[in-house]
């Protein structure tokens, strides 16, 4: 099976840098994404994380380390559009085509 | 906007009833996702289609059941439908088959049953 951890609500301050991290238990492991998500819409795709280390793609970075079992998102430059819930979703390969989604982190950007 | 277009946005309808959701993928896109989506359990796969041909499936429950179309459109079906099916429906749609490419999402069906 698969267990995926991610704190449940942030509060970060406009300009600033925060960090939501993501912890996985999981029999197999292909990859990580990262996906943001406005209440009530649909989410979008922020980065895909194989290989251990840090893709930086503008304000976002993701990192992984895949012998711990740990992935992090970093913003950079908080803007209050920001502001939204991030949610962490394993591929485990090995024969499932599926990915698993976490419940997800809300992040409240204040002024 | 993604290219996912999904119908309805909105469908409000009584317990014990059926009712189908729709879903258009992106173009040239072949794999077609559905999830669930409630305030206390996130984001739940409920079944992939890949070229017509189902691929994998999450919790989906019996009572409902899904297909791909030729053109590549996909329906939900919920049938008799109680209180907890109230949830948003998302679809998503990837270029391949595997969970490694990036999904595209609909705007989403919000479903309420009363």
């Known amino acids: 099976g698969q267990n995926i951890d991610q704190p449940t609500e942030m509060t970060a301050t406009e300009g600033a840098i925060v960090q939501i991290n993501c912890t996985y238990q999981?029999?197999?492991?292909?990859?990580l994404f990262w996906y943001q998500q406005h209440a009530g819409e649909a989410p979008t795709f922020l980065s895909y994380?194989?290989?251990?280390g840090l893709e930086e793609k503008g304000r976002f970075s993701s990192f992984l380390s895949r012998s711990k079992g740990y992935s992090y998102l970093l913003l950079k430059e908080l803007q209050m559009k920001d502001s939204a819930s991030y949610l962490c979703?394993?591929?485990?390969?090995?024969?499932?085509?599926?990915?698993?989604f976490g419940k997800g982190t809300k992040l409240s950007v204040i002024p | 906007d993604s290219g996912v277009t999904q119908t309805p946005k909105h469908l409000i309808t009584a317990t014990g009833q059926r009712v189908t959701l729709r879903c258009s993928p992106r173009?040239?896109?072949?794999?077609v996702y559905w999830y669930q989506q409630s305030l206390d359990q996130g984001l739940q796969f409920l079944i992939q289609?890949?070229?017509?041909?189902?691929?994998a499936k999450g919790n989906i429950l019996e009572r409902f059941s899904a297909q791909q179309f030729p053109d590549l459109h996909s329906e939900l079906n919920l049938s008799s439908l109680e209180l907890g099916d109230s949830a948003l429906y998302f679809c998503?749609?990837?270029?391949?088959?595997?969970?490694?490419?990036?999904?595209?999402f609909g705007p989403g069906t919000r479903l309420t049953v009363t």
């Open positions: 999981t029999s197999g492991f292909n990859g």
């Open positions: 998503a749609s990837s270029v391949g088959e595997g969970g490694g490419y990036e999904q595209y």
């Open positions: 289609y890949y070229n017509g041909e189902e691929r």
């Open positions: 173009s040239g896109d072949l794999s």
């Open positions: 994380n194989v290989l251990d």
């Open positions: 979703a394993i591929y485990s390969g090995a024969g499932s085509y599926q990915l698993t």
